[in-house]
């Protein structure tokens, strides 16, 4: 047999083998969810009583990226946004069925702090937080354009009367857990992140807590996109996340647990307010 035989016979081998293997990459389940679910979600993936589902792969990031991501074509199983916006957005480009959407938990939006920064504040109109910042401190929070922690966070401080102020002295970060770890890495002095990020951080405090009427309702709508390849996998995850067990995980991680009697018509989401000025960016010293 001549080397060209044999490499012929390996190649049809090999590629036999690879075709072989295609279902079961085809069976995996793909979720999409926002980057502040996934020290809950990692806990609840990991349970015995998650163990008889198809184990998902997880794809973390913000809610803004995942939802581009899956108007562009991505196949994902289950998606969950963070705000109800980017999961409208996903319906006006048809790649979610408006009626497929439920709402499945909601969240508050904190002030957080090292630990050993002791310093206390009460937000109300007018609050000076930039004394608190220092000469060259910046404040860290998720980018506010597009991110649903950022714009929360905007609409926040906007509320407050603060934003002018602040929006030059802002560290934009990809995600709210990004936000977070500048923070944790004593980076930025003060941030804004969900109660949920800050419920796990042992090195963070919570100075305080935005109040409600500040910001959009903080809600994480979910649903199977159109094109899921798993969507009977998809379907099964989201139930699991909407049953007793995983409701426990969410609540310990500082997520507010929805009814089904709050999932009635969605509203339409508000439109966002109008480009303020580019915020500063500061580079982490190394990845998270």
Same mark, same amino acid.
């Given at each position: 047999?001549?080397?060209?035989?044999?490499?012929?016979?390996?190649?049809?081998?090999?590629?036999?083998?690879?075709?072989?293997?295609?279902?079961?990459?085809?069976?995996?389940?793909?979720?999409?969810?926002?980057?502040?679910?996934?020290?809950?979600?990692?806990?609840?993936?990991?349970?015995?009583?998650?163990?008889?589902?198809?184990?998902?792969?997880?794809?973390?990031?913000?809610?803004?990226?995942?939802?581009?991501?899956?108007?562009?074509?991505?196949?994902?199983?289950?998606?969950?946004?963070?705000?109800?916006?980017?999961?409208?957005?996903?319906?006006?480009?048809?790649?979610?069925?408006?009626?497929?959407?439920?709402?499945?938990?909601?969240?508050?939006?904190?002030?957080?702090?090292?630990?050993?920064?002791?310093?206390?504040?009460?937000?109300?109109?007018?609050?000076?937080?930039?004394?608190?910042?220092? $000469? @060259?401190?910046?404040? +860290?929070? /998720?980018?506010?354009?597009?991110?649903?922690?950022? *714009?929360?966070?905007? #609409? &926040?401080?906007?509320?407050?009367?603060?934003?002018?102020?602040?929006?030059?002295?802002?560290?934009?970060?990809?995600?709210?857990?990004?936000?977070?770890?500048?923070?944790?890495?004593?980076?930025?002095?003060?941030?804004?992140?969900?109660?949920?990020?800050?419920?796990?951080?042992?090195?963070?405090?919570?100075?305080?807590?935005?109040?409600?009427?500040?910001?959009?309702?903080?809600?994480?709508?979910?649903?199977?996109? $159109? @094109?899921?390849?798993? +969507?009977? /996998?998809?379907?099964?995850?989201?139930?699991?996340? *909407?049953?007793?067990? #995983? &409701?426990?995980?969410?609540?310990?991680?500082?997520?507010?647990?929805?009814?089904?009697?709050?999932?009635?018509?969605?509203?339409?989401?508000?439109?966002?307010?109008?480009?303020?000025?580019?915020?500063?960016?500061?580079?982490?010293?190394?990845?998270?």
């Amino acid at each position: 047999m001549t080397c060209r035989a044999v490499f012929h016979r390996w190649l049809a081998a090999a590629m036999f083998g690879l075709l072989s293997l295609h279902p079961v990459i085809a069976s995996d389940t793909l979720v999409f969810a926002a980057a502040s679910l996934k020290p809950a979600l990692d806990e609840i993936v990991s349970q015995p009583w998650a163990a008889d589902l198809p184990r998902p792969t997880i794809s973390y990031a913000a809610s803004s990226q995942l939802a581009r991501q899956i108007e562009h074509g991505a196949r994902a199983d289950l998606f969950i946004s963070a705000d109800r916006e980017w999961m409208q957005h996903l319906v006006e480009h048809g790649r979610v069925r408006a009626e497929d959407r439920v709402e499945v938990l909601g969240n508050a939006l904190v002030l957080i702090a090292p630990l050993e920064n002791v310093a206390t504040v009460r937000l109300q109109r007018g609050v000076d937080l930039v004394s608190l910042l220092g $000469v @060259d401190g910046r404040l +860290a929070m /998720a980018e506010p354009n597009t991110v649903p922690a950022g *714009r929360y966070g905007r #609409a &926040a401080l906007s509320w407050l009367g603060v934003w002018p102020q602040l929006q030059t002295r802002i560290v934009a970060a990809e995600n709210v857990r990004a936000a977070l770890n500048f923070v944790r890495r004593r980076e930025a002095p003060l941030g804004i992140v969900y109660r949920s990020d800050a419920v796990m951080e042992p090195s963070l405090r919570v100075v305080a807590t935005f109040p409600a009427a500040s910001h959009p309702q903080i809600v994480y709508p979910a649903a199977v996109p $159109v @094109d899921a390849d798993n +969507a009977a /996998a998809g379907r099964q995850w989201l139930a699991l996340l *909407r049953g007793p067990e #995983a &409701a426990a995980v969410f609540e310990r991680h500082g997520f507010d647990v929805l009814s089904e009697a709050h999932e009635a018509a969605m509203e339409s989401p508000p439109s966002p307010p109008s480009r303020p000025a580019p915020p500063s960016r500061l580079k982490p010293s190394s990845p998270q």
